[in-house]
């Protein structure tokens, strides 16, 4: 949904009225289909009840008309007497002329002994004729439906008989008419009646149909449309009329309805034929559609149209306000404070805008102290640095100062101390005819070895105060790195023998032969290093291991089993005349410059003091200067 944050507040509203209008539209869409399928289906059944309801009543109809044309064709006068002369002629006349006028198919006149006068179809003699000719005259009346095997086929009829009697009361004749269930018949029955189709099914198969005028006679298994299930022919059969309760669609996509009617006479036990009856609903169907559609295309353009007063409004009154407000904001930031937002509301915009002033005048006046304060501060600044660039110059030239002193003092102490150290050698070797007791020779040595140790105090001085004054120049000659490890572990190792520790040197094959630099820094290097780790073990050992790098350069290690860098002195062991023990008793003596100068002068100013150490004793890594 990051999307929809990003977008402005007109299209946020603009969405939301479209979901607000779409999401409800959808949903009576889709009622509206659903309804419609539904109101279809429901149209669909009650428009084949009806029709079916009033099918059946126009069949009883016929019928009634059949026997109210055979009542009044019996008393036709004259009809008794030319059946009992057996005056064909006449019977011929009175048949024609009222076939014309009482929409019979057939007249089929008969004497007392079952003989035909007259047939006026002359379709020939059948055995179901036969049945009711023999009935009648034997006194029954009856009102049916059956079928007559023809030459070109089987024909459904509607059939009445009448008993002709003369005057005497006997039965002289009798009279059979017949309607014939043909296409025209079904025409007839349908006639007025839009989208509906009628088709006789006997013994399961297609006989007649009002929507196939050529068919008829025998009945023919064809294929129809609708197919017409077993279980509704068996109720229509059965003498139940019956209704498909589901619509039903052609291969063409029509949608029908479908109901089934009995077909048999007023006197039968049981049906002859099915009348099936099929309504097309498909104006209905594509009535309903159209309102689907033309629903819509209303509600699209009812979309369109709240969307684009949506949108007027929501310009009118949010997105421009909003737009001045951003503007007026956007003046703000740039710092012109003066300006003022109008406001045209007092809406949540129009107390947003009011909130914007009263922001702009309390940053206007905030922006004015600032300035005050700003110009106060400037001044003070100024006058403090005047001050501090004062006190550097004053600093450095007394740190110059310190320098030149220091390393002056230095050089002029070393040649006394010299001259101590030369004297005090030559009468401990008894030279120049000195000689001395036991005790005398103590004290020399007392007086040497604390010479050499103010000497090597001196130089240390020395070596800091050339480093910081920056006149220590390093030489760049070629000289052995193996060579300068060896006289290393002879000088320490006197010191380790003289502590009782062992010493022990490492050195790498891939070490070069030959490499340029300062030998005397890398050995005061080392030297330090090394009289660091004798000075700080008590027992164990020390060891020296000298190794190439992957950079091109070499490194020093001197690893020792002494006491270690305590964790809270590795932040200032690197400093001057600091130690790890700054107390006034403490063991150990010593300037504490040595570390510091070895940092000094490793190559980058990089050390690894204290970085890896074990639990007890140090491992100090130094990459001297090439």
Not at 304 to 311: A, G
Not at 330 to 347: P, V
Not at 493 to 498: E, Y
Not at 557 to 576: C, K, L, N, Q
């Amino acid at each position: 949904m990051r999307w929809f944050k990003d977008l402005s507040v007109g299209f946020k509203i603009q969405i939301i009225v479209l979901l607000a209008i779409a999401v409800p539209a959808l949903i009576v869409l889709a009622l509206i289909v659903i309804n419609s399928d539904a109101t279809v289906r429901e149209l669909g059944r009650s428009r084949i009840e009806q029709e079916t309801l009033l099918l059946q009543e126009n069949l009883v109809h016929i019928q009634e008309d059949i026997i109210a044309a055979a009542d009044l064709f019996k008393n036709t006068p004259g009809l008794q007497d030319a059946v009992i002369d057996q005056n064909l002629g006449a019977l011929r006349t009175l048949a024609y002329a009222a076939a014309a006028s009482l929409e019979v198919d057939d007249f089929d006149i008969f004497d007392a002994q079952g003989i035909r006068l007259l047939d006026t179809l002359e379709s020939g003699i059948d055995d179901a004729e036969n049945d009711l000719i023999t009935q009648t005259l034997m006194g029954v009346q009856r009102s049916s439906v059956y079928t007559e095997l023809q030459e070109d086929g089987l024909a459904l009829r509607n059939v009445v008989t009448r008993i002709l009697r003369g005057p005497d009361g006997a039965t002289v004749g009798g009279l059979l008419l017949t309607r014939d269930i043909s296409s025209e018949f079904l025409n007839e029955l349908n006639f007025g009646r839009d989208g509906v189709e009628l088709s006789v099914i006997y013994d399961g198969e297609l006989m007649v149909s009002s929507f196939a005028p050529g068919m008829g006679g025998s009945a023919q298994a064809i294929s129809v449309e609708f197919a017409n299930p077993p279980e509704f022919l068996a109720s229509a059969m059965s003498g139940t009329a019956a209704i498909n309760p589901e619509n039903v669609s052609s291969s063409n996509g029509t949608i029908y309805a479908e109901g089934y009617i009995p077909i048999q006479g007023l006197d039968d036990n049981r049906p002859s034929a099915v009348l099936a009856v099929r309504v097309n609903l498909q104006t209905i169907s594509d009535f309903q559609r159209t309102l689907v559609n033309s629903t819509v295309v209303f509600i699209i353009l009812l979309t369109v149209l709240f969307l684009s007063l949506t949108r007027l409004l929501t310009r009118w009154f949010i997105t421009q306000p909003i737009f001045r407000l951003q503007r007026n904001a956007a003046r703000l930031t740039e710092g012109n404070y003066a300006e003022r937002i109008a406001i045209s509301s007092r809406d949540e915009i129009g107390k947003l805008g009011e909130a914007l002033n009263q922001l702009a005048g309390a940053v206007q006046q905030r922006e004015g102290d600032l300035k005050q304060i700003n110009e106060t501060l400037e001044r003070r600044v100024r006058e403090r640095t005047r001050e501090a660039d004062g006190a550097r110059r004053l600093a450095e030239e007394n740190n110059r100062l310190k320098s030149e002193f220091l390393a002056t003092m230095s050089h002029e102490l070393r040649t006394p101390l010299n001259a101590i150290e030369g004297f005090t050698s030559i009468i401990r070797n008894r030279m120049g005819g000195a000689d001395f007791n036991e005790k005398t020779g103590c004290y020399i040595e007392r007086i040497e070895a604390n010479s050499k140790r103010l000497l090597g105090l001196v130089n240390d001085f020395l070596d800091i105060s050339r480093i910081e004054s920056g006149r220590l120049q390093l030489a760049s000659l070629p000289f052995s790195p193996a060579d300068a490890a060896q006289k290393w572990a002879s000088q320490i190792g006197v010191l380790a023998d003289k502590k009782g520790i062992a010493f022990d040197l490492t050195l790498d094959p891939a070490l070069p032969d030959r490499i340029v630099g300062d030998e005397e820094a890398v050995s005061k290097m080392a030297l330090n290093l090394l009289s660091n780790a004798i000075k700080f073990t008590e027992q164990g050992k020390v060891s020296l291991d000298v190794r190439a790098t992957g950079s091109g350069g070499w490194q020093i290690t001197v690893r020792d089993t002494g006491i270690g860098i305590p964790p809270h002195a590795r932040e200032y062991i690197f400093d001057e005349f600091r130690q790890a023990d700054q107390t006034s008793s403490r063991k150990y003596g010593g300037t504490g410059l040595g570390l510091t100068i070895v940092q000094k002068l490793a190559r980058d100013g990089r050390l690894g003091g204290g970085r890896k150490r074990s639990r007890a004793g140090q491992h100090l890594h130094a990459h001297p200067p090439l």
